[in-house]
């Protein structure tokens, strides 16, 4: 593990505080419970040796186990290289896997959005919840950017106008952390009693160049528990092949040879459409969240400014600006954050069933003033 940490610092896969914060995560350092991070109170050595009594089946009560990094840690985690995984993974395979039947239960139960506070969670390869205070630390801007993301298609699908509060909890996998088990506080603007709901929505998005967003969960959290015989199975995304493949080019106009066909294809958002839509805006955050991924500057959403969008679809409407309901489309947005100009491309695609979305989002190019 040591050769492998100094290789990724040597070529530049790494920066210092990432790999401090890796080994921290590995030697069980966080002895208090954090917001935002481990649930434990547990030392280094009392994990160690609970570790050891619950593989042997001594104490039912010694079986609780931490998570053993924070939320920051998993994700800084999946900057690593397709190489350096694989060796993580050969590292846990050695150590073994011990599982509570009632966490596994448990996750049948709430598609692992919830867990009573006594069952004990995996240690290795296991889903783990986070949590997070009104006024103390918030969950990272890619989180906020999912909840959000869950919010507008619920109410994108189900025509309610839920409003985004705030994400108290999410759960995830570790030590690789791919799906994003959200929890988010609503309230719905077309109620008159101003209590607050609760949302749950999953959000996957695997290791690839561009960010590739696949949502399989999007509901009002149920009153009981469901079981669900599908749930943790990829569903085969069945879209029309123009949505299909690599993202297309990024267009600020028609195309130049455009016929009757693409006139009708495509649809110049207007301000009006811009200020009625607000998740036109989450869109464009996307965008921006990958830009400021990239290390290009700091995510400021404030200091974003729309220029234009383009939107692209082959479902028909009576107007044209109902090609913003189409469940599948394509927007060529243009923006400018931060003194620069943008290009990106962002794809909305379903496969019919409900609470599915697939959104893909890729950026072109940045533009300084000279």
Request: hydrophobic letters at 35%; a negative charge; proline letters at 5%.
């Amino acid at each position: 593990m040591a050769d492998t940490l100094r290789r990724m610092l040597e070529s530049g896969k790494l920066t210092d505080e990432q790999c401090l914060s890796f080994l921290r995560g590995l030697d069980f350092d966080k002895e208090a419970k954090v917001v935002g991070g481990c649930t434990s109170e547990i030392t280094p050595v009392h994990s160690r040796e609970r570790e050891k009594k619950a593989i042997q089946g001594t104490n039912e009560e010694e079986e609780a186990v931490d998570n053993r990094k924070s939320l920051r840690q998993l994700l800084d985690i999946r900057k690593l290289s397709g190489e350096d995984r694989y060796f993580i993974i050969r590292q846990l395979d050695e150590e073994g896997l011990v599982v509570d039947t009632r966490y596994l239960c448990q996750i049948a139960d709430t598609q692992g959005f919830d867990f009573d506070p006594d069952v004990p969670i995996p240690r290795l390869k296991g889903i783990s919840p986070f949590y997070f205070g009104e006024n103390e630390e918030q969950p990272p801007a890619e989180m906020v950017l999912y909840g959000r993301l869950g919010v507008h298609w619920f109410n994108f699908e189900q025509k309610r106008k839920l409003e985004f509060i705030r994400i108290p909890k999410l759960n995830t996998e570790h030590p690789f952390s791919f799906s994003y088990f959200i929890t988010v506080e609503v309230k719905d603007v077309d109620a008159a009693a101003a209590d607050s709901l609760t949302l749950q929505t999953l959000v996957r998005r695997p290791f690839f160049p561009h960010m590739k967003l696949y949502m399989e969960r999007c509901r009002i959290k149920p009153t009981k528990a469901e079981r669900d015989p599908e749930f943790n199975i990829f569903h085969a995304y069945v879209v029309d092949e123009f949505y299909q493949g690599c993202m297309p080019t990024f267009l600020s106009e028609l195309p130049e040879e455009a016929d009757d066909d693409d006139g009708v294809r495509f649809y110049e958002v207007q301000a009006k459409d811009i200020d009625n839509n607000d998740w036109l805006r989450l869109y464009t955050e996307f965008a921006l969240f990958q830009v400021c991924e990239a290390g290009s500057h700091s995510f400021l959403p404030k200091e974003m400014k729309i220029k234009k969008i383009l939107v692209e679809t082959l479902e028909t409407h009576t107007e044209p600006s109902l090609k913003l309901e189409s469940l599948n489309a394509i927007f060529h947005i243009s923006f400018r954050a931060n003194s620069c100009d943008y290009t990106s491309v962002v794809r909305r695609t379903t496969d019919w069933i409900p609470g599915h979305m697939f959104l893909e989002v890729e950026n072109f190019s940045r533009e300084v003033p000279s």
